[in-house]
């Protein structure tokens, strides 16, 4: 079994991003995810068993203000496995795509109730988290 859950969110408007930093937040949170990956996936089709569990963000689904980057990254990766998955299932590798949503912790240096003070903030309705789990094979 594999747990990927590479990934960190840096948050801003898009125009103050550096190239590198748009490309900082790809490397972790996209090509980490594959290339870890890519490095167990021989062993698991050799086996013709697995789980491969990727942790992504309800961002991957829907982005907000001041997370465009973020959201771009984990939108990549949730059409990255959407294919991959397809790839693996008729070898009896199954996929996991865990969608967690905004929770109550100091990820990022913010808090929930900071978000929902932020005027653009669609994120977080309530303390209660959005996640969505999503399976193949």
């Known amino acids: 079994m594999l747990v990927n859950n590479a990934g960190y ?17 790809f490397e972790v949170n996209l090509f980490g995810t594959m290339n870890v990956a890519r490095a167990v996936a021989p062993h698991m089709r050799e086996r013709r068993s697995g789980l491969i569990v990727t942790i992504s963000s309800v961002s ?14 984990k939108f990549a990766v ?6 991959f998955a397809q790839e693996l299932a008729p070898l009896g590798v199954r996929s996991l795509l865990v969608e967690p949503g ?6 990022h240096g913010w808090q929930v109730g ?5 005027r653009h903030s669609r994120l977080c309705r309530g303390d209660r ?9």
Not at 60 to 73: E, I, K, M, T
Not at 78 to 83: P, T, V
Not at 114 to 118: I, M, N, T, V
């Open 60 to 73: 991957g689904l829907v982005s907000n203000s001041g997370g465009a980057v973020y959201s771009a990254s």
């Open 129 to 137: 988290a959005v996640s969505r789990v999503r399976g193949r094979g």
């Open 114 to 118: 900071e978000l929902r003070q932020h």
């Open 102 to 107: 905004m929770l109550a912790h100091r990820f």
């Open 9 to 25: 969110a840096e948050l801003g408007f898009f125009e103050t991003f550096t190239d590198a930093a748009v490309r900082r937040q």
């Open 78 to 83: 949730e059409g990255w496995m959407e294919g």
